[in-house]
């Protein structure tokens, strides 16, 4: 990206260009500061319009803790636990991860499904997802090996 104000980057010159020419491009449109899930500003996320598919994204890792220490931008004073259910109700709002998605086509991704109980809490939480907002998606994980 190119360089903008307070640290951040925007699209770089020549983006439209180059997601005409490519398969597949993916962009970041907003980020947690390296926390599992997140609630979205007022301004966020920027999505462009030529982007066709939106993907949310949270870590299972923050099942079980409360909420206001692992997703960022809520409220600090929430003491509620993450639940399966919860998790599910914030990726599939319009006002969470399907914020200005419109017509777009939107899937959510679990990742940090590394063990059984992360993939059997992530399955739950898709299974939520499936039957209560109509929502696809997909658990990752990294194989051994494959960490930074």
Request: proline share 7%; charged share 20%; glycine share 10%.
């Amino acid at each position: 990206g190119s360089p903008a104000e307070n640290g951040k980057l925007t699209q770089p010159p020549g983006l439209s260009g180059w997601m005409a020419g490519a398969d597949t491009v993916l962009l970041e449109a907003d980020g947690a500061k390296h926390h599992p899930c997140k609630a979205p500003a007022a301004h966020e996320p920027v999505l462009l319009p030529e982007s066709d598919i939106v993907l949310a994204v949270a870590g299972l890792s923050a099942l079980g803790s409360p909420l206001a220490e692992v997703c960022f931008r809520l409220d600090a004073a929430c003491e509620a636990s993450l639940t399966p259910e919860r998790l599910a109700k914030l990726l599939a709002s319009s006002a969470g991860g399907r914020k200005n998605v419109g017509t777009r086509a939107f899937y959510v991704i679990l990742n940090q499904a590394d063990d059984a109980p992360r993939r059997a809490a992530g399955e739950r939480t898709l299974a939520i997802l499936k039957e209560t907002y109509n929502v696809s998606g997909f658990l990752t994980h990294f194989e051994e090996g494959e960490r930074a």
